[in-house]
């Protein structure tokens, strides 16, 4: 009788033991027979750079010169711009600048947008890489649009395979409304009879060549993706105003910048090819200040 109750302890621990086997066996079975979804890379970029210190104060100076004209406190006052009003500044920023000339009034604005996908399948570049395919579709752009002349494939270092396609701004301001200025610039030959873009420019002033910008085309070495839209004053017009974009995504990030120009007299054309060249330096400058 003195044994009976160890003989009953050592039965019942072996039928615990058999019955905790069994169930690895089956909790093992079970999970290799679950998908195991393996959750998308986040992308590079966790936070945005403040914007309205993004752009050096001598490049400032370059791309306002009217700045140049005013007194040393109002000079500040331009150079320091006017930040975009946001909610979450760790997704979207952006910063503006205005210099009124004695001949012309130019102006810049520069956006980033840190784009985050919520979709566990879905990396942060893909979605980055949605976002910004939606902006080149609702500028009305497309892989069909003529690409740029030699000269500028040169001057970026290698001829792009893709460079017939051109893209919108970040921005509603050039979207739909504008969409039907790029297929007349995106006549190559530097015919003037498309409605108001390049050909109001030639025409009038000393130089017949101050409106003789290059089209609406993507741009070469410059983040993952980039594009340019050269948005000339629109058809029926009396101002001459005319603004280049470019839009270009680096990882997760999507970078507008804008720069534009509006001469004092409607008589006076803007200078299509120098806002081009200004507005690309600043978006490479803008690009290299985020891979540091």
Known sequence: MAYVPGVALLAALAVGCSAGADSDANGTDSKAGTPTVTP???????TLPAP????????????????????GDQQDK??????????DTDRKVGCSWK????????????????????????SDDDRADTVYAKKEKAAGLSASA???????????????????????????DAGATDSADPSPSGSDTGSDSTSG???TGGTPGSSGSPEEALPSRILDNLGDAAFLQDLPKKAGSTAQHHTV???????????TVRYAE????????????????????LARKLAETLSE
């Open 40 to 46: 998308a890379p986040p992308g590079k970029y966790l």
């Open 52 to 71: 309205c210190r993004a752009v050096p104060r001598s490049t400032l100076k370059d791309l306002l010169p009217g700045a140049a004209e005013l007194p």
């Open 78 to 87: 331009v150079f320091r711009g006017s930040a975009a009003v946001t909610y």
């Open 99 to 122: 210099a009124d000339g004695p001949n012309a009034t130019r102006s810049l604005s520069i956006d980033l947008e840190r784009v985050v996908s919520y979709d566990p399948a879905v």
């Open 146 to 172: 003529t690409p740029g002349p030699p000269g500028e494939k040169d001057k970026k270092g290698e001829a792009s395979e893709g460079s017939g396609k051109a893209k919108d701004p970040a921005d509603g």
């Open 197 to 199: 873009g390049a050909s």
């Open 245 to 255: 974009s470019v839009v270009f995504r680096t990882s997760n990030v999507v970078v």
């Open 262 to 281: 509006q001469p004092a007299l409607v008589t006076q054309v803007p200078d299509g090819k120098e806002l081009q060249e200004k507005a690309q330096a």
